[in-house]
């Protein structure tokens, strides 16, 4: 059975034209996020992907895969853990590296969220409190409901992972932050249908380089994490992913997002 992917977000940490890259992985009723940026919720809503005869919103998240600790990435997560604990009385399923879980609170979240009142008086709240917390060891396959999810260290300032999901018959790859590496292109490259970023600085992956691969790789790669400052309309030999789009990932995968 093919599963979906839906695109939440095409942009880099400074984009003021599109939201920061994320996107939903579905099959059936099963919905899993990749990542959680600024404006979480307002971009699920402006997309209006259906699902359940509703609009697909955060408490619809069965699971959420955190690649790594920068804002454009995690922003999000302080306000769509407080929407479901306070709205809907329901912890998040996490899962990241251990790096990240050693993080996440202490460095990220416990200031915010780690007091509340509650009218009579301040309460003490922890994690557990929040999220179930997964770990996602480096390249070993987890179980992440219908999907096997194995993850990769990338090259990057902090510890970040690249995706490789896989429901038995299918599979799709995500790059997520890195310098130009070969060997994870090669990796990424074994699926069916791989997001892959581009940006600016030595941690990032030049687009010459994607522009560059050669013609069966660049045939599965949708560009992600660009700048605004990158001229899409002018884009030679590299196709880019845009924020609602809908992909199916099964036999011939393909873009689903007008039907």
């Keep these: 059975m093919a599963f979906e992917i839906l695109v939440v977000g095409v942009g880099d940490a400074f984009s003021v034209q599109h939201y920061g890259t994320s996107f939903l992985l579905r099959?059936?009723?099963?919905?899993?996020?990749?990542?959680?940026?600024?404006?979480?919720?307002?971009?699920?809503?402006?997309?209006?992907?259906?699902?359940?005869?509703?609009?697909?919103?955060?408490?619809?998240l069965d699971a959420l895969i955190l690649t790594h600790l920068h804002g454009d990435h995690v922003n999000g997560l302080e306000m769509v853990a407080a929407?479901?604990?306070?709205?809907?009385?329901?912890?998040?399923?996490?899962?990241?590296?251990?790096?990240?879980?050693?993080?996440?609170?202490?460095?990220?979240?416990?200031?915010?969220?780690?007091?509340?009142?509650?009218?009579?008086?301040?309460?003490?709240?922890?994690?557990?409190?929040?999220?179930?917390?997964?770990e996602l060891p480096w390249q070993v396959p987890v179980q992440v409901g219908p999907w096997k999810v194995t993850t990769r260290r990338t090259v990057h300032h902090i510890p970040t992972m690249a995706l490789k999901i896989e429901d038995g018959e299918h599979s799709f790859g995500h790059s997520c932050d890195t310098a130009y590496d070969p060997e994870l292109i090669d990796?990424?490259?074994?699926?069916?249908?791989?997001?892959?970023?581009?940006?600016?600085?030595?941690?990032?992956?030049?687009?010459?380089?994607?522009?560059?691969?050669?013609?069966?790789?660049?045939?599965?790669?949708?560009?992600?994490?660009?700048?605004?400052?990158?001229?899409?309309?002018?884009?030679?030999?590299?196709t880019p992913a845009f924020e609602g789009q809908r992909y199916l990932i099964g036999g011939d995968w393909a873009d689903i997002s007008e039907e």
């Design 27 to 60: 099959k059936g009723d099963f919905v899993c996020g990749v990542d959680c940026p600024d404006l979480y919720r307002r971009a699920l809503h402006m997309h209006a992907f259906p699902h359940q005869n509703d609009i697909l919103d955060a408490q619809h």
């Design 187 to 238: 990796w990424l490259a074994q699926n069916e249908l791989f997001f892959h970023e581009a940006n600016f600085g030595p941690a990032h992956t030049p687009i010459e380089k994607l522009q560059a691969l050669p013609l069966e790789i660049r045939e599965k790669l949708r560009l992600v994490h660009y700048s605004d400052v990158l001229d899409i309309a002018g884009l030679q030999g590299i």
């Design 83 to 134: 929407y479901l604990r306070f709205v809907h009385h329901k912890k998040l399923k996490l899962y990241t590296s251990k790096e990240v879980i050693q993080d996440l609170w202490s460095r990220r979240l416990s200031v915010s969220l780690g007091t509340m009142w509650d009218g009579r008086g301040y309460q003490t709240l922890s994690v557990e409190d929040y999220f179930e917390l997964i």
